[in-house]
């Protein structure tokens, strides 16, 4: 009986993930001018900047011309951007009009809405490295080395700044509050992570700075699992992507759980 | 029977050190129709976000159906249904997608929610707002939006928190009568208003509360039987320059044909007919000053 009770409560909390998963692809479906046209305009802009008129005069990086050195960096910096905002953007509105009530009243696990809101951010950071790949393929021939590992890096990727995104929006207060992490955090990560550069051409001191930016690792896994080539071992970082999803995810459920920034 | 809703000494300290709630003991039966009534600050809405999880309590038990909301959480939470004060919806949403969402996270597959959506559309008179984003909706039919959605998932236990407030009356009328066949049909409802004549016509059984207690509570029939005095409005048929002595009542003048009388509950009101009577004066219509539940209630609350 306990059993089956169980049984009958993963059902109704599969039906509501798929609820929220569903409900956070319409929305940026839905406003698809303001969620996937940008990120073509604005990589297309860096690859015509920095990969034809300036990599033109650059020599190749690691053996590769630098317009495709950086073509994983600038998809990745895409899919962080994007699925940071889907999810910030999204759970927020929801906390600042009210509506997160509609869930919180309910018999959902926090673990659960936090699932489906994460998965929403990944779908969107999905759906944007197909356009920009697409946008690329204008420029230079995209090459998937290893089309499995690109997936999963494009997806753990996805997913820790879809939890960072959510964590940010649990303590915002203000719309204001949401562009803070970006302008502050993630804009010069992303820039610092090895997306124009190989760490190697850095001063030992730098490169050991670079060495604690989470970003560094998925952009080199992805450049990996793209073209075969990486400032970093593979193995290790897949471990630090893994562990920063796996903090952020137990991060994330804690603070639903107790409500911070939802209940009083 | 197990009570549709229990709390027991309920207890809410903000972080503000505000003591919200101070210790409720509360039992509603099942297919109640209970009214939760206080001033404003009394702490029902606390009380009622604390049932609805959207609360965390400092000390004490709830108790929905049995189901503690803390260790059976899910079950607990699976019986309410809540249409709280203030609108609550994505206002760029459906309307009937709103309720869709709404039953999703109970568990309702997407092709049963839409005709449990429907109907509760009809019902309420919005299947023809249903491609309606919320937020073009007027303000009756976005409570009327916050009906449906609390209804979607067929609760057990409805909690409605001021459901009324800025609708009106004609639109009042029809969600009330909506609200007592939903509580013939066996739905347990707990509502919490302002307008206290609503209570007593619809509620069987009252709770008063102020500053976080419950200071009286039974069923509504036995509570309204305490009350002590009862005002009463006169319309005479001749201008009157001062109001009339009539012996063991209080009378003051309102306007020249408007007469108030102060009724203790011993006495009867024959008594002021004969007295206006043997003084030429005829009456042409009689009403309570206030309805007999807000007269106990202001004499409780003590204002």
Known sequence: MARLRSLLLMDTEVVAFRTIFTKEIVRFMRIWIQTLVPPAITMGLYFIIFGELLGKNLPPVNGISFMDYIVPGIILMAVITNAYGNVVASFFSTKHQHYVEEMIIAPIRPSIIVAGYVSGGIARGIVVAFIVGIVAMAFTEVKVEQPWLAGLVLVLTASLFSLGGFINAVFSKTFDDISIIPTFVLTPLTYLGGVFYSVEILPALWRDVSALNPILYMVNAFRYALLGTTDVDLGLSLAVILAFNGVFAVIAVGLLRKGVGIKS | ?303
């Open chain 2, 1 to 303: 029977m197990v009570p549709a809703l229990k709390l027991a000494g309920l207890k809410k300290v903000y972080r503000n050190r505000v003591e919200a709630v101070r210790g409720i003991d509360l039992e509603v039966a099942q297919g109640d129709f209970f009214a939760l009534l206080g001033p404003n600050g009394a702490g029902k809405s606390t009380a009622i976000g604390i049932i609805c999880s959207l609360i965390n309590k400092t000390s004490g038990t709830v108790q929905v159906f049995g189901h503690d909301i803390d260790t059976e959480w899910a079950a607990a939470r699976a019986c309410i249904g809540l249409v709280p004060q203030e609108f609550n919806f994505n206002v760029w949403e459906p309307v009937e997608e709103i309720l869709i969402n709404q039953a999703g996270y109970y568990g309702i597959p997407r092709r049963v929610a839409r005709g449990r959506a429907e109907e509760a559309l009809v019902e309420l008179g919005l299947w023809d707002k249903r491609r309606a984003v919320a937020r073009s909706l007027s303000g009756g039919m976005k409570r009327r939006l916050m009906i449906a959605r609390a209804l979607v998932h067929r609760p057990r236990l409805l909690i409605l928190d001021e459901p009324t407030a800025g609708v009106d009356i004609e639109i009042r009328r029809s969600m009330w009568n909506f609200m007592r066949e939903t509580n013939r049909q066996g739905t347990t409802i707990i509502l919490t208003t302002h307008y206290l004549e609503e209570a007593e016509n619809v509620c069987r059984r009252v709770a008063i509360i102020d500053r976080g207690v419950i200071i009286e509570q039974g069923d509504m029939a036995t509570l309204l039987r305490k009350l002590h005095r009862e005002t009463f409005v006169l319309s005479v048929d001749q201008a009157l320059g001062m109001a009339p002595e009539l012996e063991g009542y209080a009378t003051r003048l309102v306007d020249a044909h408007t007469l108030e009388v102060e009724v203790e509950s011993e006495r009867d009101i024959n008594a002021i007919f004969r007295g206006l009577d043997a003084m030429g004066i005829r009456v042409q219509t009689l009403r309570n000053k206030a309805n007999r539940l807000e007269e106990l209630f202001l004499g409780l609350v003590g204002k």
